[in-house]
């Protein structure tokens, strides 16, 4: 099967949604992996996926591509991208592919993969081309799919781990995508008062673009920073946690002044 080279990018997999990705080439593509990381002595792998309106057919159709390798999976379900990692360093699953377009349009979406506790980049996303171009997968019956649910222990992990100097009024931005529904409970267990915008999930993003680098992904959230009156430096300092590791695709801002 002809698989479109060009996504097979520097950092991950990624393409157009039924053009450059389908359900058939994501099937092999699973089947490319899951002999990559055979042939690194790798078999259980962790698989999340985002809210994209492709994702669960494609976390399906990559399943499927994995277990023909021997691979067992392990469906995290619909998880920030963060969650995933937690599973591989915390939980020490050994491999992980994450579904995701990232902050790309929603006509995309992709693929982030660990071997390890490493994420996969340059040489090694072009192995896994090589194997799908030469047609030399590994075959082998026997891999079993489980679920979990991570995000309890991810939640709970955080907030031993977090310490707040007083309370805080937030702003939530979730832009529509996968880390409203974890970040929320957890400013609220953290006795914050939170405004939230967009935390639903909806992989159409009908409010604003994914990407909150973009200015006008970032209007709503600074208007309501303006009407709360909330400072964004005091969040940063106060929080003493970094929060690009706590989620992606969430904006914060503010706590109260006083």
């Known amino acids: 099967m002809e698989i479109n080279p060009q996504i097979f990018r520097e950092y991950d997999i990624r393409g157009i949604v039924d053009k450059d990705l389908t359900v058939e080439n994501v099937e092999v593509l699973g089947r490319g992996i899951g002999t990559y990381f055979r042939r690194n002595k790798k078999k259980e792998v962790a698989l999340g996926r985002d809210c994209r309106l492709s994702s669960p057919s494609y976390a399906e159709a990559i399943t499927r591509g994995l277990l023909s390798t021997g691979c067992n999976v392990v469906d995290l379900a619909t998880i920030p991208t963060p969650i995933l990692y937690f599973s591989i360093y915390y939980k020490k699953i050994e491999a992980g592919v994450m579904i995701t377009g990232s902050h790309n349009p929603p006509e995309y979406n992709g693929f982030k993969v660990m071997c390890g506790e490493e994420t996969l980049y340059g040489e090694a996303i072009q192995e896994i081309y090589k194997i799908i171009r030469s047609n030399e997968f590994i075959k082998e019956k026997g891999g079993m799919r489980s679920s979990s649910s991570v995000i309890p222990e991810y939640q709970n992990y955080l ?63 600074i208007k309501k920073v303006k009407e709360e009156k909330l400072i964004w430096a005091s969040v940063m300092m106060e929080m003493e946690i970094g929060l690009e590791s706590l989620m992606t695709r969430v904006v914060l801002s503010g706590v109260i002044s006083s």
Not at 166 to 174: F, G, P, S, T, Y
Not at 205 to 217: E, I, N, R, S, V
């Open 159 to 221: 907030l031993k781990n977090i310490n707040l100097k007083r309370k805080l009024k937030v702003v939530i931005d979730a832009g529509n995508g996968t880390a409203g529904f974890v970040a929320v409970p957890i400013f609220k267990k953290l006795g914050c008062q939170v405004i939230e915008l967009y935390c639903e999930m909806d992989g159409t993003f009908p409010h604003h673009h994914p990407d909150p680098t973009l200015p006008d992904a970032l209007k709503d959230l």
